[in-house]
């Protein structure tokens, strides 16, 4: 099976940046996406193809992905930010496959 | 607008069976695949199954493999989740959810979720 670990928790200050990690074997070759939840919502889509942002996303939002990880960055994080994110990947042998989730605190 | 509308949750016992639905409106249901994410309480998203726009193609995670059937009725434009041999462990909210447009299982649009609580 294809596994994707994130980190449980990371916190960061109003207006500044947070990195979100994820990692998998060779993740780099393959596309990641990644989504925001809030809670009692459903989940977000807020980058998908590494490094695209579908409409109506705040630019603040960016992803890349290389060799095993892909990060999401959220430039001049903002209150609202504050969700549970997940990465996502696809693989022909195991499909679809979530990571864990990271909460992102915003102190 | 993309409106997926999922049905269909419940209360049901272990070994019970369940149907979910997912209507789908606001574009052209059989272009393109369709797929349930799960969410137990208080965890992550799991992948569930998948199924192409034709409905000839289906997918499912080893979780629920020999356990529940995908389908869809694009005359109807809606998606279908049979689940049978229910376990406590599939206690979840179940989304539907749809790619964004040129991108395969990269999920742009989501139902607002249907739960399904398997327990005696």
């Known amino acids: 099976s294809y596994d994707l670990t994130q980190a449980p928790s990371v916190s960061v200050s109003p207006g500044q940046t947070a990195s979100i990690t994820c990692s998998g074997d060779?993740?780099?070759?393959?596309?990641a996406s990644w989504y925001q939840q809030k809670p009692g919502q459903s989940p977000v889509l807020v980058i998908y193809q590494d490094t695209k942002r579908p409409s109506g996303i705040p630019e603040r939002f960016s992803g890349s992905n290389s060799g095993n990880t892909a990060t999401l960055t959220i430039s001049g994080t903002q209150a609202m930010d504050e969700a549970d994110y997940y990465c996502?990947?696809?693989?022909?042998?195991?499909?679809?496959?979530f990571g864990g989730g990271t909460k992102l605190t915003v102190l | 607008e993309v409106q997926l509308l999922e049905s269909g949750g419940g209360l049901v016992q272990p070994g019970g069976s369940l149907r979910l639905s997912c209507a789908a409106s606001g574009f052209t249901f059989s272009r393109y695949v369709m797929n349930w994410v799960r969410q137990a309480p208080g965890k992550g998203l799991e992948w569930v199954s998948s199924?192409?726009?034709?409905?000839?193609?289906?997918f499912y995670a080893d979780s629920v493999k020999g356990r529940v059937t995908i389908s869809r009725d694009n005359s109807k434009n809606t998606l279908y989740l049979q689940m049978n041999s229910l376990r406590a462990e599939d206690t979840a909210v179940y989304f539907c959810?749809?790619?964004?447009?040129?991108?395969?299982?990269?999920?742009?649009?989501w139902g607002q979720g249907t739960l399904v609580t398997v327990s005696s």
């Open positions: 996502q990947t696809w693989d022909s042998s195991t499909y679809v496959v």
């Open positions: 060779k993740l780099g070759e393959k596309y």
């Open positions: 199924i192409s726009g034709s409905g000839a193609d289906t």
């Open positions: 959810a749809r790619d964004i447009s040129g991108s395969a299982y990269q999920f742009e649009h």
